[in-house]
């Protein structure tokens, strides 16, 4: 008899712990993923979800984290602590880039910010909206949009 999770597709989702990410897990639950969330905090928990504590930064926990991932959607940030913003926000998203390339994904799901854009008169924001971020957060965002926007290689 084969284990069920080997028959499921397998979702990875950082940044579970936050409000979209909670949802998108939930969601994808609902759907019959076997999901695994990825988070720095060990009381992380949602139920029928696979929890694999580890840090962005870190190339280990992370691979254990995608490992037989089909799908991927990094909602993960540092939003509090300005000290590690960069490292968390572009760094870690740049070696969630390296591990990915090396991955037969299907789908790969980057959040952003709002708040990229920063300040602006324009009625409708889009893709092609100039960004001009202002706060610390807001440029780590940026950075690590433009690292996805890319590509994985």
């Keep these: 008899m084969s284990n069920d999770n080997e028959r ?3 979702a990875c989702v950082t940044g ?3 409000m979209i990410g909670r949802i998108i897990t939930l969601k994808l639950l ?18 029928n979800a696979e929890v694999i504590i580890g ?8 691979g254990m984290f995608l490992a037989d991932a089909q799908l991927l959607f990094h909602c993960a940030a540092e939003l509090n602590d300005e000290s590690q913003m ?12 390296k591990l990915v390339g090396n991955l037969n994904l299907k789908y790969f799901c980057y959040l952003s910010s709002v708040g990229v854009t920063g300040r602006t008169s324009e009625k409708w924001v889009n893709e ?8 610390t957060y807001e440029k780590s965002k940026w950075a690590g949009e433009q690292l996805v926007s890319k590509g994985i290689k």
């Design 8 to 10: 499921k597709q397998v």
């Design 16 to 18: 579970a712990r936050g």
């Design 30 to 47: 609902e759907r019959g993923y076997h999901v695994k969330i990825f988070s720095r905090n060990d009381k992380t928990k949602i139920a």
């Design 55 to 62: 840090d962005l930064r870190d190339e280990v926990s992370m």
């Design 86 to 97: 960069w490292e968390v926000n572009e760094k870690g998203t740049e070696l969630l880039i």
């Design 128 to 135: 092609e909206t100039v960004c001009n971020p202002g706060n």
